[in-house]
């Protein structure tokens, strides 16, 4: 089993839906959560952190749920700037580097 | 700011050659880590270091060693190379783990 699991997608959605990506992590000594945006050939960029109160960042909301090891990412009025892969990456305890989902790919369609 | 610097952006290798990849960031960030990253595989961490002096394995490092001499540098050494290596290589740092790591823009390797 992988160590962090998403959805590959691709999710193809219009401009301005609602849509949300799902995460699950197997090591329950993971302590750190992030999520990254891909686009095509270039590296992979910070998002945002995901804290277990939940964190809001304009129109992006992400959640984490400790008990049942699973992170989200909710992206509301997408646009097409938004179509880019959407990495779920943890650290946890042991190790002091990044696990990485294989990423879901949005396309926001006009 | 410079970030992180990776230098080549493209290599191309013959099967049995060494290359090393470069890896400088100007942040002072203690960890830097690197990783490939292959289709339909994600991100594979490689080899990390959480200091000056001090390197650990990654999930997948056979083929390649690191050393960190200093806090800027972090190169990885590709000792004979092979086909399986041909695969997209990144650098990222950070200055704790509980912040995000800041990506280099990647070195793309292709072994013939």
């Known amino acids: 089993r992988k160590e962090v699991e998403q959805d590959p997608g691709p999710f193809n959605v219009p401009e301005g839906a609602t849509v949300a990506f799902n995460c699950t992590y197997s090591n329950s000594a993971s302590q750190s959560f992030f999520w990254y945006r891909q686009d095509c050939r270039k590296e992979p960029k910070l998002l945002m952190s995901?804290?277990?109160s939940g964190n809001e960042d304009g129109r992006f909301t992400a959640q984490l749920n400790r008990a049942s090891q699973y992170i989200s990412l909710l992206i509301r009025d997408s646009k097409l700037s938004d179509s880019a892969t959407y990495l779920c990456v943890v650290i946890d305890t042991g190790r002091r580097a990044l696990t990485f989902g294989s990423g879901t790919r949005l396309q926001v369609q006009p | 700011n410079a970030g992180v610097t990776q230098t080549p952006k493209f290599q191309v290798l013959k099967t049995g050659q060494s290359m090393t990849l470069q890896c400088a960031q100007d942040m002072n960030h203690e960890y830097m880590s690197w990783y490939r990253q292959d289709p339909g595989m994600g991100l594979r961490l490689i080899h990390y270091s959480v200091g000056a002096g001090i390197t650990d394995q990654g999930e997948v490092p056979n083929g390649y060693n690191v050393s960190r001499s200093t806090t800027e540098d972090f190169p990885l050494r590709l000792l004979s190379a092979a086909p399986s290596q041909t695969s997209v290589y990144f650098c990222a740092s950070s200055p704790d783990r509980a912040y995000g790591y800041t990506f280099g823009s990647g070195t793309r390797l292709t072994v013939v």
């Open positions: 995901v804290y277990s």
